[in-house]
């Protein structure tokens, strides 16, 4: 009998490196035999998955080996989306994209948009576009989560997720608002592991009981966009039960800072200053003070006189004002949320009982800035987490906001037990970076003095011209969005086929599926890609894409550049761009090339680097013309330096790899990483692990790593000054006005403390008439479009159903498995239900991305996924009911976050005799060297214990 080896020997040499699956970046270990790749798992050193892999991770052969990965560059020589490409050498392609590019660069930068997807390298491609010198460079952020990103900077100098964690080590009460099983999944899921070892609650607030939510103690089925009543409802209560950390609020929040009470004045709402600019503040007798002057104990209630004679009240009792209105009562958010008053009360009287009742400490002894010792650090426990779920709304931005003022009060901001900052965060409040692309400041062969993407503070900072027309052709930094953090990636194909606010010359597109999953209005999109002037010519004159994979996209380029997997290419994941830090500490880490292709494909890092050299832009060549880095994208990680000392990578910096953060470029710098296992972390001292925004010892450690200027508090904004300038503006006040038919959705949406208005789709049509609200969320184990591609997810995950409540579906006659049509104001879509009761009856729901158009990523034309499965985005528009313009973008109107989920629909029975999802585009032509695999894919045959493998002795 032969004996069954239990642990055979897989590979014959292991490397690790960054998964790139989803935005993770969990470490792996990967396993080669022969050279090719054999089995990847996790790697147990590593800071963000200790060893943990998700499905995804460990699939990511399947990527790597993908029969959709582009072979050589591609140039178009028949009409857009018919496949008709020829094959063509590097040579060629790069000379070809360099004679567009130069073209514009030389006539008007602003006439190229660069905009990339979750490319995880923003640090270098936004460097790129503000030397080429154009404004119209952003990444996906705008349709996937900026409300998050900009409502945390803004308020705390950090954000959920990727700038902040949930102490799971500590916390008792765990509440989660909109997180779906993809970003930040493997930390998430060993963190609930030990919080409910510990016995810790864990309260979710989501549409949809799957995942993260199906483990929870309490799910809140809540209705989609309504996040933000339910948190100032809990928000009312804590104010009217007086369960709130005036310390706190007092100490570390701009609470008592004075604001102007002259309404009708161009100041009103403002900070009340001194001569030195310095934000005011009073003590109890009255007595004016800069905000920091030594020894002031600051009122919160105290209202005052100011020396011109006009009045000024502390932001606390503007806040108590408005948080102690009936209108925020538990029931009046009962009506909107769907969740029953008297569970609001109870669960804010949980949260105050376990912040203020149950709290804890850590003996660490800390001093303050202001040079304050306080013996130990004291926890809130109660801990939140948020995502998508509340940020793709039209409201997300003040939602996200709400939940940052809900820990304010409870003072569970970076202490034990709560959330808390990752390193290297927090930063200012707002981050000191201003979006470059002013008027004059955009000129034919220069550099853009700043970067395209920053935090404006107010009028003066946005990119309009003296009528108020946008500058950015996304229309990022406008009236219609003046905080657009990240842009709006999901207008650029719409403003660029209508030429609003101008016309540009090339679209360059990297790894953004804008031809399917990532557009909203996915039919129309195409049709605008392929839509022509009077003359025969493209509206969009010229598009060069950047992918490793024979996506949607694809077939509207006129220049594909393949890019490579990422076995087979350097990545840095760098504290300048989205770092990998801890609570802990910070950390950063690399990819780098385990394999080498066997396709005619390049990083796309390396190409960039190369058309910058080529095109002579200023940091990417020497005094001589030639290129500053001819060993492409991992001699940039090396030798760039962002500032003297800061470059890519913080670890092993100077020339012997003794320094950190700070430190001169070290030519083994890649090589130190590899030995370590890809990775590089620090420990924060103990003394500087909480209360970060006003510790000094965190603060000192922030200077000399180079993450904060100065060694000066972060102040937490309880109320957001910016937003009332612009409210000021929409007033009639100041130089700079917005269109009139943008200023009552600028004063009351922009409110400097947070609130909630209904989303907009919802309050532009008949409830009758579309009385459901749908949403889409990832999968655990796909992540967008490059991962329903993969053989293997393809067997967990090949098609896609609209999920619905029983009760629901029986009022409509509908039962499981039937086929039904889904409409919108905008589309319609037929699909298949599948049937379930942890949903919020008024809401349906799907997996993203997931349909495929047929022939597209080397995948049958038959496939599940194209006859099978679907995308809501068919149901979406850019737009609200009632046409463009006039205040009718479908997004939020301080950031332009792009509201997906804010879409209603109703649901009818369809006819029988159902078996193929609709809308069905045409097929697609398979570019050259591109074809779907003749029979079931046998990736790692070779290695099986098959008989015949045996008897050959493998």
């Known amino acids: 009998m032969e004996t069954l080896d239990l642990s055979p020997v897989v590979s014959d040499e292991v490397t690790c490196t960054t998964c790139y699956m989803c935005a993770c970046r969990c470490g792996i270990r990967v396993h080669l035999r022969n050279g090719q790749v054999r089995y990847i798992e996790g790697n147990p050193d590593h800071p963000v998955n200790r060893g943990v892999l998700c499905a995804k991770g460990s699939a990511g052969i399947m990527n790597h080996l993908s029969p959709a990965r582009l072979r050589k560059p591609l140039k178009r020589v028949g009409p857009r989306g018919e496949g008709a490409f020829e094959e063509i050498g590097w040579e060629e392609a790069l000379g070809l994209a360099q004679s567009w590019l130069s073209e514009v660069r030389a006539k008007d930068p602003a006439r190229l948009a660069f905009f990339t997807g979750r490319d995880q390298s923003q640090a270098l491609t936004g460097w790129w576009a503000q030397a080429f010198g154009t404004p119209n460079f952003a990444a996906h952020g705008g349709f996937c989560s900026v409300n998050m990103a900009a409502a945390g900077l803004y308020t705390l100098g950090g954000s959920f997720w990727e700038f902040g964690e949930p102490d799971f080590e500590r916390t008792k009460l765990f509440l989660m608002f909109g997180v779906a099983e993809d970003h930040d999944s493997n930390p998430i899921k060993l963190g609930l592991a030990r919080l409910k070892a510990r016995g810790a609650r864990f309260v979710s607030v989501n549409p949809v009981r799957t995942g993260y939510s199906a483990i929870a103690d309490t799910w809140l089925p809540i209705r989609p966009g309504t996040d933000g009543a339910l948190v100032l409802a809990l928000i009312h209560e804590l104010f009217r039960t007086r369960k709130i950390d005036l310390a706190f609020l007092r100490a570390w929040t701009n609470s008592p800072w004075l604001t102007i009470d002259a309404p009708g004045t161009a100041e009103h709402g403002l900070f009340a200053r001194g001569e030195d600019g310095r934000p005011l503040v009073a003590d109890g007798d009255g007595r004016l003070h800069a905000w920091d002057a030594p020894d002031v104990s600051p009122s919160l209630t105290a209202s005052v006189t100011l020396t011109d004679g006009r009045r000024a009240r502390p932001v606390f009792v503007t806040m108590a004002e408005r948080y102690l209105d009936p209108a925020l009562a538990p029931e009046r958010a009962a009506a909107v949320t769907g969740i029953d008053a008297g569970r609001i009360r109870a669960l804010a009287a949980e949260i105050a009982r376990v912040a203020f009742e149950e709290a804890i400490t850590v003996e660490t002894p800390w001093t303050d800035w202001r040079g304050v010792r306080h013996e130990r650090f004291v926890g809130r426990p109660v ?151 009077p003359d025969g010519s493209y509206r969009i004159p010229r598009i060069i894409y950047a992918d490793a994979y024979a996506s949607e996209t694809v077939a509207y380029a006129d220049l594909v550049l393949p890019d490579t997997t990422y076995l087979e290419r350097y990545d840095a994941i760098s504290l300048l761009d989205r770092p990998i830090g801890s609570a802990e500490g910070p950390a950063d880490a690399i990819r780098h090339p385990v394999v080498a292709p066997d396709r005619d494909v390049r990083p796309f890092q390396d190409v960039l680097l190369d058309l910058g050299a080529r095109l002579g832009l200023p940091g990417m060549v020497r005094e001589d013309g030639t290129p500053r880095y001819p060993g492409g994208y991992a001699d940039y990680i090396v030798n760039h330096e962002r500032a003297p000392g800061i470059g890519p990578l913080a670890g092993w910096r100077g020339e012997d790899g003794r320094k950190e953060g700070r430190g001169e470029p070290n030519p083994r710098q890649l090589e130190r990483y590899i030995e370590n296992g890809g990775f590089w972390k620090m420990r924060l001292p103990e003394q500087a692990l909480f209360m970060k925004f006003a510790n000094r010892a965190y603060l000192e450690h922030a200077v000399a790593m180079g993450f904060l200027a100065r060694p000066e508090p972060v102040v937490l904004q309880a109320y957001l000054e910016p937003l009332q300038r612009f409210r000021l503006a929409a007033m009639g006040h100041g130089d700079r006005q917005p269109p009139d038919h943008l200023r009552g959705r600028i004063i009351a949406c922009l409110d400097p403390l947070p609130v909630w208005y209904p989303p907009f789709e919802g309050e532009a049509v008949e409830e009758a008439d579309f009385p459901l609200r749908a949403v889409t969320q990832r999968p655990a184990a796909m992540y967008h479009a490059w991962g329903s591609q993969n053989a293997w997810l393809r067997q967990i995950h090949g098609e896609n159903r609209l999920y619905m409540h029983r009760g629901t579906a029986s009022r409509l006659g509908i039962a499981d498995d039937d086929w039904v049509h889904v409409t919108s104001h905008h589309g319609r879509i037929t699909v298949q239900v599948r049937l379930m009761d942890g949903v919020e009856p008024g809401t349906v729901w799907t997996w993203n991305a997931i349909g495929k158009r047929a022939g597209a990523w080397a995948l049958d034309p038959r496939a599940p996924e194209a006859t099978r499965g679907f995308l809501l985005n068919h149901l979406i528009s850019e737009h609200l009911p009632g046409g463009e313009g006039e205040a009718r973008l479908n997004a939020d109107p301080v950031t332009g976050q792009a509201a997906w989920y804010d879409l209603r629909v109703r649901v009818e029975k369809a006819e029988t005799g159902r078996s193929v999802t609709e809308p069905a585009l045409p097929p697609l032509a398979p570019p050259p060297g591109i074809a779907a695999p003749k029979g079931p894919l046998r990736f790692g045959a070779a290695f099986g214990r098959s008989p015949e493998n045996r008897a050959k002795g493998r």
């Open 383 to 533: 801990a939140f987490h948020a995502m998508r779920g509340i940020s793709a709304h039209a409201n997300g931005f003040q939602t996200c906001r709400a939940l940052h003022l809900l820990q304010m009060l409870l003072g569970a901001v970076d202490c034990p037990g709560a959330w808390r900052y990752k390193s290297p965060y927090p930063r200012p409040t707002p981050p000191p970076i201003l979006p470059g692309g002013k008027l004059g400041e955009v000129a034919p062969g220069a550099p853009l003095p700043r970067p395209p993407l920053g935090f404006p503070t107010g009028p003066d900072d946005l990119l309009v011209d003296a009528t108020g027309r946008p500058l950015r052709i996304d229309k990022a930094y406008s009236w219609e969005a003046p905080l657009a953090a990240h842009g709006m990636m999901h207008l650029v194909i719409r403003n660029a086929w209508a030429g609003d606010p101008y016309p540009i010359d090339v679209l360059f597109l990297y790894m953004a599926n804008m031809a399917w999953n990532s557009a909203m209005n996915s039919a129309g999109t195409v049709r605008m890609l392929t839509d022509t002037n």
